[in-house]
């Protein structure tokens, strides 16, 4: 059995710990933020057996007339949170590193683990949005040093984990006299860790430390071009560091009766009520060159409104499970996902998408899940 079950096709809830989730809209469809639709959203997704619910990790907006991601709840608190309320989801929090001590980091991740019996996991992000390290007083380190400094941090996070005995560590970032922590997480050998780096660089610490590795698909991509990706991190981590691992990506779904439907529900979200001023507030590092033909631009503006990243999937539910056959073809272990409302959304997949999916033979219903 692997990491978090065993379905071919494992599912994830993404990002529903921010105001409006991953869409950067004024519809008053919108995910609205409170605790009472966090608790709404949380076991929804756990009843119809999602094997993952992770939060996106976020200090300040990204501006536009509903200050995208602004309004948020803090991940690891979310955790606990959603932990007390779910029994079957593994619960990740997401953790800029750089902004918290692995000694405070260790023990916070372990009192969520026992809250949730040992359904606890690590989202380890080094984080990309200078603005939010300003706040913190402190310079964004540069894009190697960075993952240095997530190397050391999550070796220490897993001694504190581990040792029984206390111990001292000297090391490039981080001097401990006399460490320990107790009690141990109940997640045996340890919690595991997932980590979404892109780059080169990002791509051997996720291949070497992660358990789960995240890659992003390009609408533009082929087939054969996407699964050439996905073969090369899982071979990445099987020759380097000799691990195997699960490979995850995301979508952004419009799930409607129709196609005609689901297309006049995205442009009406993303187009008449798209909060294109989110997309400004981006920092100029993450942004296409200058030199972008502007239909490549305005592309990349549309798909930043919505899913972040993500492969958006719009269509009737034969479509969308059509379109996730695809995806679980390429490689994909698992897929996160986020959609305009996601209780509508998470009711219409359980009822519409997830028995579409078992019938391809990629999920099981959830009372025969293995956790």
């Known amino acids: 059995m692997s990491l978090l079950g065993d379905n071919r096709l494992k599912l994830g809830v993404f990002a529903f710990n921010l105001d409006g989730g991953l869409t950067a809209t004024t519809a008053p469809e919108r995910h609205r933020l409170s605790w009472p ?3 709404r959203v949380a076991r929804l997704a756990d009843e119809a057996g999602f094997e993952l619910q992770v939060p996106l990790a976020r200090w300040r907006g990204l501006g536009g007339l509903t200050n995208f991601n ?15 309320v779910t029994q079957y989801s593994n ?12 000694i405070v980091a260790a023990k916070q991740m372990t009192t969520v ?6 359904r606890f996991g690590l989202n380890l992000v080094c984080g990309w949005f200078r603005a939010e390290f300003a706040m913190f007083g402190a310079p964004m380190m540069d894009h190697a040093r960075r993952y240095e400094y997530a190397a050391e941090w999550l070796e220490l996070v897993r001694r504190l984990w581990t040792a029984q005995e206390e111990f001292a560590y000297e090391g ?8 320990v922590s107790q009690p141990k997480p109940l997640r045996q050998p340890m919690p595991p860790v997932m980590n979404a780096g892109q780059s080169p660089t990002g791509a051997h610490f996720a291949a070497r430390y992660a358990d789960i590795a995240f890659l992003s698909i390009a609408e533009s991509e082929s087939f054969e071009v996407a699964r050439a990706k996905f073969a090369a991190l899982r071979r990445l981590a099987r020759e380097e560091y000799h691990r195997e691992i699960e490979i995850w990506t995301s979508c952004w779904v419009i799930c409607r009766p129709s196609e005609a439907e689901a297309v006049r529900f995205r442009d009406y979200c993303l187009l008449e009520r798209g909060d294109a001023g989110a997309v400004d507030g981006l920092p100029p590092e993450v942004l296409p060159p200058k030199d972008t033909p502007p239909e490549i631009l305005e592309q990349f503006r549309i798909k930043a409104r919505a899913g972040f990243g993500g492969v958006h999937v719009v269509g009737t539910p034969d479509q ?9 073809a390429l490689g994909a272990d698992g897929i996160v996902l986020s959609w305009v409302n996601y209780e509508e959304g998470i009711t219409t997949w359980s009822r519409e998408v997830m028995p579409r999916l078992e019938a391809q033979g990629l999920r099981r219903p959830p009372a025969r899940a293995a956790v």
């Not at 309004?71 to 979310?78: A, F, K, R, S, V």
């Not at 969308?320 to 679980?328: G, M, S, Y």
Request: hydrophobic share 45%; aromatic share 10%; net charge positive.
């Open 91 to 102: 619960v990740f929090a997401t953790i800029h590193v750089p902004v918290i001590h692995p």
């Open 113 to 118: 683990d026992h809250i949730s019996n040992g």
């Open 172 to 179: 490039r970032f981080f001097r401990i006299e006399r460490g």
């Open 320 to 328: 969308v499970a059509e379109r996730l056959k695809t995806i679980a």
């Open 37 to 39: 639709t966090v608790k």
């Open 70 to 84: 602004g309004c948020n709840y803090e991940p690891l608190t979310w955790a606990a949170g959603v932990s007390a």
